[in-house]
């Protein structure tokens, strides 16, 4: 059996088994351990049928399909969390994916890179760096300025729902406007990276297993916050901590998994891009879509968040920034990254 047929079978063996759990009332740490499992299978799978799909197009288009595929999963686990009233766990996974990518993706993408780089030193064009530099602060600021008016209390803070909603219509506007020009300027700067790393995969294959991912990852995604509050509660870890480091890895397996590989084959520009476009999606897409769609639910979710993760989120832009804004990166720049996720995740345990 070929490597992408044992990860679909594994995907497909992993989905049922967190069903069955999921209907027999199973242990909901099995449950959520094996849903969370399923998850990063699924994962893997819509990252192959993403690869094969855009192995058509040049590394801009196939970072952008990868990155928005491969947050399906975690889109889902959001709008299920927050139908369950699990608000906390609802933010800090749209947090914790952001940072799980800015900081132990990219990280370890540029550990691996610059190991099989000539020089030691990871290459790539500089102007997704510097764009999702751009785009991630101006989220932030939106998060900083919410965040100041929440803890002084002042008027602004009783309509919090309300800047939420204009400030997300403000971002996707942003994001649309840059992805336009991003996409326009797309070419196949490197053609290596036009060779998938499962095998060919037919086009048609890859959009009806792509589709049937995507179904799957939605039923996964709600039994895994169908058992979270009983497992966390077992487990005796924080809601933080799960949303932050144990959602938010799960839930972008793709980008763990996929940017890491591509950057130690020397794909350096698909690498980067995949991971950029996650963090860049994230943080001015996924996060302000959930904040207008979470307007049709009960639980609503603002930007509003907690005084470390504001702060973790602008010392995060400005170290992604200065570490990958001159088009290059060395073995311990990664190293530095990583080693700021765990400092985060560390903290959040404790919590």
């Keep these: 059996m070929s490597r992408r047929n044992a990860l679909l079978a594994g995907a497909l063996v992993g989905t049922l088994a967190a069903g069955i759990l999921h209907f027999a009332d ?45 947050n399906l999963p975690e889109l889902f686990i959001v709008l299920f969390a927050l139908s369950a009233g699990e608000v906390v766990v609802a933010k800090t996974s749209i947090v914790g994916s952001l940072l799980a990518n800015a900081l132990l ?5 540029i550990v691996a890179g610059a190991h099989v780089a000539g020089d030691g030193a990871m290459r790539f064009h500089r102007r997704l760096p510097n764009d999702t530099a751009t785009l991630l602060l101006l989220a932030v600021f939106i998060i900083v300025m919410l965040g100041l008016s929440d803890t002084v209390g002042d008027r602004a803070s009783e309509h919090q729902v309300a800047i939420s909603s204009i400030g997300a219509l403000c971002l996707l506007g942003v994001y649309g406007a840059w992805l336009w020009s991003y996409l326009r300027s797309d070419t196949a700067v490197e053609p290596a990276m036009q060779e998938s790393a499962h095998g060919s995969l037919p086009f048609a294959p890859a959009i009806a297993l792509l589709a049937a991912a995507g179904v799957a990852a939605a039923f996964v995604s709600d039994w895994f916050v169908d058992a979270l509050d009983p497992a966390v509660e077992a487990l005796g870890i924080s809601k933080a901590f799960t949303g932050l480091v144990v959602v938010a890895i799960a839930g972008n397996a793709v980008e763990n998994v996929v940017g890491i590989t591509l950057a130690a084959k020397g794909q350096s520009d698909l690498a980067i891009s995949i991971v950029k476009n996650s963090v860049a999606q994230i943080a001015v897409f996924v996060f302000p879509a959930l904040v207008l769609l979470s307007l049709l639910l009960e639980h609503r979710l603002t930007f509003v968040l907690g005084p470390v993760y504001i702060g973790a989120l602008l010392l995060t ?35």
């Design 105 to 109: 993706v990219l990280g370890l993408a």
């Design 317 to 351: 832009a400005l170290a992604m920034w200065q570490i990958t804004g001159d088009g290059e990166a060395v073995a311990f720049e990664g190293w530095a990254l990583v080693a700021l996720y765990i400092i985060l995740a560390v903290l959040t345990w404790y919590e």
């Design 26 to 70: 199973a242990d909901p740490v099995v449950t959520f351990v094996v849903a969370a499992g399923a998850l990063a299978g699924l994962a893997w799978v819509i990252s192959i049928a993403t690869e094969a799909i855009g192995e058509r197009f040049g590394p801009a288009l196939t970072g952008l399909l990868q990155s928005t595929l491969g």
